[in-house]
């Protein structure tokens, strides 16, 4: 580890104005070419650079940008993390995360700013209930930690959440203490920094335009800087995956749409916990500076406009206010979105395909965040061995064929 | 804001209308004689260009009539909107500002885009 951070480096770089702070990655011009390249430099993309130098061996790698690092999803999103899905294969593939996750900032010597504050459901309707006790049942199978909570211990947690003198009272939340949020630029920045420093080139400002096959066998990607020939191509470009998959002449079950984000002016802290409702559709969080963080919900139609309809945001607000009375007068102050790729089930697909080499991490859709670290780690490990881990087998493309779905709609909807 | 010209009421907030997906999907004429990838095809794919994309939207708060339009996904722009018995309109109507498949149009589909 070069670039080791510490109270002293703190201390040192602050006497000399933090002007001396050592560059964290270099920024090379690509070469001919390279064992695997990565195509998309969000956490999962730069995650699986990570992983598979260090624990496949693989050191010949380029993860290639079109804009700058985090700039898709990675650095647009709510960072609430939690792994509470309904399915074995989702529990599994999630918690994997967020064990990962409870390591990083020591493995990677990088502040994710992870705080397991707890992540909480709120129920609304009868409906809500029973599908929320099933899901908890089915997590403490899995040995996940989550639990039911009536509405006093609700109250008890978040105080100034409005339970009973609104349409669609709270009858109860599952919660799960194990979840939290993450500083999202770092885990970006941290497997950027570790990746770069065994080797791995960091492609910034450089746009995948098509993906080159040969008789179903991939050999390499054309971009803005010229052709790089490659043995494996990795595509984890969340709402573009698609429209890079079709250049290869393969088709994903994958719709893109903006999904919304937006926060407060930073006030002292009033909330210390996530929490989400899927039934009127509101969730919000507090960061470290003090602002509120508020996710609203996807538009109704696919576009690769980063923006989001207003009508999408006046629908959250509405029931912010209405859960949080308090929040009825603060100001927002700032508004964006990123495009999301959203499968039928739900669930993602970290896949092999028909082109030889040729691989998909994607439809993550509204929820990828949280399982940045796993993800990253089990499709290095389907990239280097070109058959999936175990965790991520069913995760396939065939279960569009097959039927094997793993619904996991009520668990992701609209909670991220 | 967008504004969607019903066939049927003329000019309204996109907030009033849902979208109906995909455009001129037509169910397999052979049901019984479809493989199970064929299947697979017609009910969980469909197109999702960036760019020039043939749609069906309903008017859900107003007349609550289907109809099909062709959009740039890319800026959200609306290039024709027609009846449902209209016959497809040829994809070289259209012209599409997109540098390349992923790219990012002349406008920019950044917070600009509909500003234009
Ligand atoms: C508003 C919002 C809120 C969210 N909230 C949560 C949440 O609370 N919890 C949660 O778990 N998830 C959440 N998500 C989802 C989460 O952000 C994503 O699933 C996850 O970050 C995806 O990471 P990624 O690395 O796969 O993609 P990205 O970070 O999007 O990275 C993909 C990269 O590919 C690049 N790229 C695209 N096309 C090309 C090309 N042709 N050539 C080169 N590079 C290309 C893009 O520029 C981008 O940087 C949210 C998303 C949004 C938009
Ligand atoms: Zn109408």
């Known amino acids: 580890m070069r670039k080791k951070y510490s109270f002293l480096s703190l201390i040192k770089n602050a006497f000399t104005n933090n002007e001396n702070w050592e560059k964290m990655w270099e920024s090379p011009d690509p070469k001919k070419g390279y064992d695997v390249i990565i195509v998309g430099g969000g956490g999962h993309g730069l995650g699986t650079a990570y992983y598979l130098a260090k624990e496949h061996g693989i050191k010949n790698i380029a993860v290639i940008e079109k804009g700058w690092l985090g700039g898709g999803n990675t650095g647009r999103n709510t960072t609430i993390i939690r792994s509470n899905y309904l399915w074995n294969e989702s529990a599994h593939l999630y918690d994997h995360s967020v064990k990962l996750w409870e390591n990083l900032s020591e493995e990677l010597n990088f502040n994710m700013m992870f705080s397991q504050r707890g992540v909480m459901n709120l129920a609304h309707n009868e409906h809500d209930i029973k599908e929320m006790k099933r899901r908890i049942s089915a997590n403490r199978l899995n040995g996940l930690d989550t639990q039911w909570l009536d509405t006093k211990e609700i109250e008890e947690l978040v105080p100034i959440m409005n339970t009973k003198n609104l349409r669609y009272p709270v009858l109860g939340a599952a919660f799960q203490p194990r979840g939290g949020v993450a500083r999202h630029d770092a885990v970006a920045w941290g497997y950027a920094l570790r990746s770069n420093e065994m080797g791995v080139d960091i492609i910034q400002n450089c746009e995948v335009k098509d993906i080159q096959t040969d008789n179903h066998k991939v050999k390499g990607v054309n971009t803005s800087k010229g052709f790089i020939k490659a043995d494996k191509v990795a595509v984890v470009a969340s709402g573009h995956t698609s429209v890079l998959a079709q250049t290869a002449g393969v088709k994903l079950p994958l719709q893109s749409r903006p999904l919304q984000a937006l926060v407060s ?75 999301v790729d959203i499968c039928p089930d739900a669930s993602p697909i970290i896949s092999k395909c028909d082109v030889k080499g040729l691989y998909f991490n994607c439809g993550w859709g509204t929820g990828g965040f949280k399982a940045t670290p796993g993800s990253a780690n089990v499709f290095a490990h389907t990239v280097a061995n070109d058959q999936p881990h175990k965790i991520n087998e069913a995760f396939n493309l065939e279960r569009f064929s097959d039927g094997r779905l793993i619904d996991e709609h009520g668990a992701a909807a609209v909670a991220h | 804001m967008i504004l969607i010209n019903c066939p049927y009421c003329g000019e309204r907030e996109q907030s009033e209308f849902s979208n109906g997906g995909e455009a001129h999907v037509a169910r397999p004429k052979n049901p019984e004689a479809l493989s199970d990838k064929d299947w697979g095809q017609y009910v969980f794919y469909r197109s999702n260009p960036k760019g020039i994309f043939y749609e ?50 002349s406008v920019g589909s950044g917070n600009f885009a509909v500003k234009k």
């Open chain 2, 56 to 105: 069906r939207w309903v008017h859900t708060h107003g007349c609550r009539k289907w109809f099909n339009a062709v959009r740039d996904t890319s800026t959200d722009t609306f290039l024709k909107i027609y009846k449902l018995d209209d016959n497809r309109p040829d994809i070289s109507e259209f012209k599409s500002t997109l540098k390349s498949p992923s790219g990012e149009p």
């Open chain 1, 265 to 339: 002016e930073p006030i002292k802290p009033v909330i210390n916990t996530v929490v989400m409702s899927n039934a009127v559709h509101a969730y919000v969080s507090q960061s470290d500076k003090g602002e509120l963080v508020i996710g609203a919900g996807t538009d109704g139609y696919n576009s690769f406009t980063q923006r989001g309809g207003y009508d999408v945001i006046e629908e959250t607000v509405r029931a912010i206010v209405e859960l949080y009375p308090i929040f009825g007068k603060m100001k927002m102050l700032r508004q964006w979105g990123g495009i």
